[in-house]
C-alpha cells in the first residue's frame, strides 16, 4: 500500500522559514519524480514544485522560484520543500504528490499517481 505523509507545517510568522516533509512507503521512491501543491479552500490546487527521480532537474512555479527548495533523499523515501520569506499568501494545505518517471529526468506534465494527506502552513501577518 502506497503512503505518502507530510509533516513540518504550522504557524510562521511573515518573512519566517519552514521545511515541511514528505515520507514516502510502499513504492520504489527512486523511480518516481516527486511534486509539491497547494490548496486554499475553494480555489484549485496549485502546483508549487517538481523534482526528478535522482534530485538532478527541479522545476518551479512562477510564484515561489526564488523562495521555496524541493530536494529529496532517496535513502530515507523522503522529498522537502524547504520555504523562505514567507507571506500570508502562502497560508494552504500543502500536498507532496508522485509520479511514475523511471530513470527518466522529467519534471513537467507529470501524470500524478499518488497524493498525501497534506499539512497545513499558516503564515501570519
Known amino acids: 500500500q502506497v503512503q505518502l505523509v507530510e509533516s513540518g507545517g504550522g504557524l510562521v510568522q511573515a518573512g519566517g522559514s519552514l521545511r515541511v516533509s514528505c515520507a514516502a512507503s510502499?513504492?520504489?521512491?527512486?523511480?518516481?519524480?516527486m511534486g509539491w501543491f497547494r490548496q486554499v479552500p475553494g480555489k484549485e490546487r496549485e502546483f508549487l514544485a517538481t523534482?526528478?527521480?535522482?534530485?538532478?532537474?527541479?522545476y518551479y512555479a512562477d510564484s515561489v522560484k526564488g523562495r521555496f527548495t524541493i530536494s529529496r533523499d532517496n535513502a530515507k523515501n523522503t522529498v522537502y520543500l524547504q520555504m523562505n520569506s514567507l507571506k500570508p499568501e502562502d497560508t494552504a494545505v500543502y500536498y507532496c504528490?508522485?509520479?511514475?518517471?523511471?530513470?527518466?529526468?522529467?519534471?513537467?506534465?507529470?501524470?500524478?499517481?499518488?497524493w498525501g494527506q497534506g499539512t497545513q502552513v499558516t503564515v501570519s501577518s
Open positions: 504528490a508522485a509520479a511514475w518517471t523511471g530513470a527518466r529526468a522529467v519534471v513537467n506534465g507529470l501524470p500524478w499517481n499518488y
Open positions: 510502499g513504492l520504489p521512491f527512486s523511480r518516481y519524480a
Open positions: 523534482i526528478s527521480w535522482n534530485g538532478g532537474s527541479t
